[in-house]
């Protein structure tokens, strides 16, 4: 499939980048399919920003309706979903009670995400607990963010924590343009589960028998999500204690 846009002489095509890029239209990064310059110019545009819909429903709420917009009022306003500000493409609700202000690229986002074997985060409205990546549960004060939550609630990401970690593995070299990016949080939930138990503070008075439990614990979800470095750190306060 191919289109035309009034901003570049070539035609697009519809296809999968061979790696992260910043959209034309909402300045956001992208990923996956998308409309790339047929002969091959720095220009992309997320398949959402390419051929956007005139009219789309808010997902966590049927009574507010979204409008596309090129400009406007919204910009310089944050996006709903990732907290960064509007630039060009976005969507704009038409309610009188509340203006939100979203990427188009945001409203595509993966309703599931995989954190590891059995524990699957779902997109949510707001973050139920810190964010894993950042550890804050709102992004600002003004901007709560959209989060992947686990059923539980006890496990988050801000959907721009994933973005962003997406973009740092893909520079890493941890994947290719054929891969799919968001199997990155597979990777990277280990390593953040680990890091936050570091930086817990440590209890008062804490019994011998609680820190044996906790230490046991630790064990065995490192054992689960093959992390080496949680193992021996795990090994260390079970024999310290």
Known sequence: MEISNANHPHKLLLKDANCPYYCWGCNQLGFRLSYICSKGCDFFLHKQCGKPQAIIEYPFSNKCILRFRDGGPGVDSPCDACGKKIKRFHYRCTCTFQKRHLH???????????????????????????????????????????????????????????????????????????????????????????????????????????????????????????????LIGAAQRYFSS
């Open 104 to 230: 188009p690229s945001c409203l595509a986002e993966e309703t599931n995400l995989e954190a590891m074997y059995g524990l699957t985060l779902h997109l949510q409205k707001t973050a139920t607990s810190k964010c894993l990546h950042c550890g804050t549960k709102d992004l600002r004060s003004n901007v709560r963010g959209w989060a992947y939550v686990s059923t539980c609630g006890n496990y988050c990401y801000h959907v721009s924590c994933v973005k962003e970690i997406i973009n740092k593995n893909w520079r890493s070299g941890f994947f290719t343009g054929k891969s799919d990016p968001f199997r990155t949080i597979e990777q990277q939930f280990p390593k953040d589960m680990n890091r936050m138990n570091q930086l817990t503070l440590p209890r008062k008075k804490e019994g011998p028998k609680r820190k044996h439990a906790e230490a046991v614990l630790s064990t065995l979800f490192n054992m689960l999500t093959g992390n080496p470095f949680g």
